[in-house]
């Protein structure tokens, strides 16, 4: 699972990449009316952050989305419920030893 910096990183550089402002209460700000985009164009970012983070967001959060600051919250939610990966790196070297010794 990413961590939480990579996860940060990787929302405010699609989020800069769409030009979409989420510094101090810009992130508060409400698409369609304060921010000036449609619907296809928020679909564009989360398809974006579902590629790169690699989840996928339930269609009833999908239209819950009203600002940057919620797609944050949906992902962040998200990502919390997925079980973190083991690290299989020590049992690659077991293996590798292991192979060592039956040589």
Known sequence: MKTKMNLSKIILSVFQEFGIPTTGSQKKRKFYSEIAVDRI???GILF???TRLGV???EEDNYQIQS???IIRSFEN??????ARPNLTHLR??????QRLQA
Do not use: H, M, N
């Open 68 to 70: 940057p600051l919620d």
């Open 48 to 50: 974006e952050l579902e």
């Open 78 to 83: 998200k990502l919390s419920k997925i079980p």
């Open 56 to 58: 996928i967001l339930d």
């Open 93 to 98: 070297r077991r293996g590798q030893a292991f």
């Open 41 to 43: 164009y928020v679909e």
